[in-house]
């Protein structure tokens, strides 16, 4: 069973800046969307990104201009490049692929002074 894996999550300070990585762990078909959500405690999860099969980009108002989703599809891998971070990104960041059709673990995002 294919699974996604999340990684680069960790602790930074305000306006810093991490790479968050997912991947399959095995083969899953290129035509279908990558998407990252995002879970802080006591909220729901929620969309953050989003790039289809064609490269077309979706972002989150809170993260526009500051996200930006690139995915390889050689690599079976989507990243989300995270610049200017603010206390209010702190969550659990989440990939999704419909090839999957699962959740990984999540990777912590904590932005803190």
């Known amino acids: 069973q294919v699974q996604l894996v999340e990684s680069g999550g960790g602790l930074v300070q305000p306006e810093g800046s991490l790479r968050l990585s997912c991947a399959a762990s095995g083969s899953i078909f290129s035509i279908y969307a990558w998407e990252w959500y995002r879970q802080a405690p006591g909220k729901q999860r929620e969309l953050v990104a989003r790039?289809?099969?064609?490269?077309?980009?979706n972002y989150a108002d809170s993260v526009k201009g500051r996200f930006t989703i690139s995915r390889d599809n050689a690599k079976r891998t989507v990243y989300l490049q995270m610049n200017s971070l603010k206390p209010e990104d702190t969550a659990v960041y989440y990939c999704?692929?419909?090839?999957?059709?699962?959740w990984g673990q999540g990777t912590q995002v904590t932005v803190s002074s």
């Open positions: 999704w692929n419909g090839a999957v059709g699962s």
């Open positions: 790039i289809s099969s064609l490269g077309s980009t």
